[in-house]
Nanobody
Framework: QVQLVESGGGLVQAGGSLRLSCAASGSTFSTYGMGWFRQAPGKERELVAAISWTGGGTYYADSVEGRFTISRDNAKNTVSLQMNSLKPEDTAVYYC?????????????????????WGKGTLVTVSS
């Protein structure tokens, strides 16, 4: 069992930055590909970024490429999402997710199917 707890959400003006963090329980964190999803009101959930369980590969949605950076620290059981140049359309609830032995490419292809564990989410609001 893995529990995921997100933090770092909040209100920010357009053009600003936020850093989301996800803390994972358990000793098997390093065996999970990790991803950040988001869901805006009235929209489908989408994969924003993912990082391979080996830490050797990343995936980004086109809408965030060049602005967001995903990273992981297996020693601390954490995965982070640095979000820069935020736009109002980035407003959403952001969820941390774990996918056993998944590469970033696979998580990008699956787009949510195959996820073993989800966090409860953290709200990011970007004002114009």
């Amino acid at each position: 069992q893995v529990q995921l707890v997100e933090s770092g959400g909040g209100l920010v003006q357009a053009g600003g930055s936020l850093r989301l963090s996800c803390a994972a329980s358990g000793s098997t964190f390093s065996t999970y590909g990790m991803g950040w999803f988001r869901q805006a009101p009235g929209k489908e959930r989408e994969l924003v970024a993912a990082i391979s369980w080996t830490g050797g590969g990343t995936y980004y949605a086109d809408s965030v490429e060049g602005r967001f950076t995903i990273s992981r620290d297996n020693a601390k059981n954490t995965v982070s999402l640095q979000m820069n140049s935020l736009k109002p359309e980035d407003t959403a609830v952001y969820y941390c997710a774990a996918d056993l032995k998944a590469t970033a490419l696979l998580m990008g292809m699956r787009r949510g199917s195959g996820i073993n564990y989800w966090g409860k989410g953290t709200l990011v609001t970007v004002s114009s």
